[in-house]
């Protein structure tokens, strides 16, 4: 139907006064893509999303929707829609008044609207809620009222600016999975913004990590995960923990650094690095092992003697901060495989222990 | 004794207004503070309260109750010069409110949305009119009048009087910016994610203004405009200014009376213009209550 992307962001940038927003961000969006952008407050991604749906001209660069350049296109002539974090729906109109507000403004005749705006009400299961009031209905209803009023217009696009913000944790990852299921079955390419990382690890067939304007990395949820390129992403999703030191040896696509202690350390490079240049290990609690010292073995990439120094027991894990030196501490995260009480099955704080990591479990990145 | 308790609870619920003295002791601050309430209600709506009672005595100086009438209701309608007042009083408010909404809520809205030059400027003269003393509001509008009268003359050679117009214009100097205020405090509530909702589904601006915009703000441009009426019925020393020969005003013929005495038919034209007045003031609030 359409050739190449859904959406095309080319070098597109946005000035505020003399801050860059946005600052050179191109991006290619596929048809039919779940794609979030995510990032912390202020980082460009809602701006991105504005400048997408109109609200906001670029001041450099390329925006096209379907091959058309939309740069300096109205919001009311843009083949998208938008689900507002706050919902914006008119207070003043019934919960039906809503939903066809589009439709009336395109001059759909009056028949075919009615039977569209029940469609968009039984896909978001609100049927019987045509004449309510937007005040009368709770907030994960209003959620829903706004997605029926963005999609009833089939739009090429549909965006949504962190539409799950104001909800509750349970009702989040219901509407998280009813999300991503809508999509699946209208087939509309949706771009989300979010700054919740697990959120966008759910959803999103891509994601693209921004952070003070620009695009860091744009891959799927288990590329931004366990392939970061840079210390940002890497602490930005999930949990990390930074080890640095200076370029030793480089190979192919491993690298090892050295601590200031001393430590030599392997891991994985996304990103080709130079010798002699300072480097961060990046290494989840999740990817280390704790041994005791005399199971240590030579096939592990580094062995790092630690003292256990905590130990935190929440259920399906046990989480442990050991101590490598006087200046830092690791976490450790151990799945409880094992079903018992007895004490001694755990390690114990003061315990003498190595963290033992094979070298793909670790990553070697640079800025 | 297990049915006590809640009729106990909605006994104190209906005389909430009353101190509770349940609770606790009664202390000396809960009674001083009852009493300065009692006193400061009395003082506030005490001679009102008189005004309206006198306007139904049969005493014939409306001091002394004699008997109840409402003599003084039919002889204030039947009197001609007082109904001309009461009816270009009512012209004048008219006309002063629809000119000063229009232009109170096109004012609050470019103050409210747009940046433009000498935005500062306007936004420090729009209150003028609110905080200065009226009677300076008025010799200004009177000298202003007189020099634009003056240059009409020499231009045209016509000779223009002070008349209904002159009253209307001034009106509309003060009530602009009563407009203005209170149009303003409802645009501040106004989301302008609505708009940008409504453009994003299709609207153009004119249809996102006529569709969202003043439906959402009207409860406050109602309200202004009631105030500006309210402010416009019951206004003096602008109107006795800027009021010419044979062009009364119902406050001015009021004050006129009185200067030769004190009648309950006086009593009567104020209880009524009282009443106009509430009832305008309890409208305005509940229509901005509605939102």
New interface residues.
Partial sequence: MHKGYAIELANVVKRFGEVAAVDHVTLQIHDGEFFSLLGPSGCGKTTTLRMI???EYPSGGELMIHGRPMATV???HRP???V?Q?Y?????MTVAQNVA??LK??RVPRAELGARVQAALDMVRLAGFAERYPRQMSGGQQQRVALA??LV?QPEVLLLDEPLGALDQKLRKEMQLELKSLQHRVGITFIFVTHDQEEALTMSDRIAVMNQGKVLQVGTPTEIYERPTCKFVADFIGETNFIEGTVVEQSDEYATIQTPDGLQLRGYTPRPVNLGEAATLSLRPEKARLVLPSHARPEDAFTMPVHVEMITYIGSDTRITVRLNERRTLDVWEQNTLSTLDRNAYWQPGEAAVLVCPPANALVLTE | MIEAQPQNKRAQRAASWWPRFNSGALTWGRLTLTLHAFLMYLFLYGPIFVLVVFSFTRDEFGVRWTGFTLEWYVRMFANDRLMGAAGNTLYVAFVSTVVSTIFGTLLALAMERHRFRGRTGVDAVIYLPVVIPEIAMAVSLLAFSALVLEFIRVVTGEVVRRSLVTVIIGHIAFSISFVTIVVRASLKHFDRRLEEAARDLGANSWQTFWRITFPMILPGILGGALLAFTLSLDNFIISLFLSGPGTSLLPVEVYNKVRRAVTPEINAISTLMLAVSITLVVLSQLVQRRR
């Fill in positions: 749906a109109g609200f109205p919001p009311h998208v829609n938008t507002f706050s914006a729906l008119f207070p003043h507000f589009g403004m395109k009023r963005a217009n």
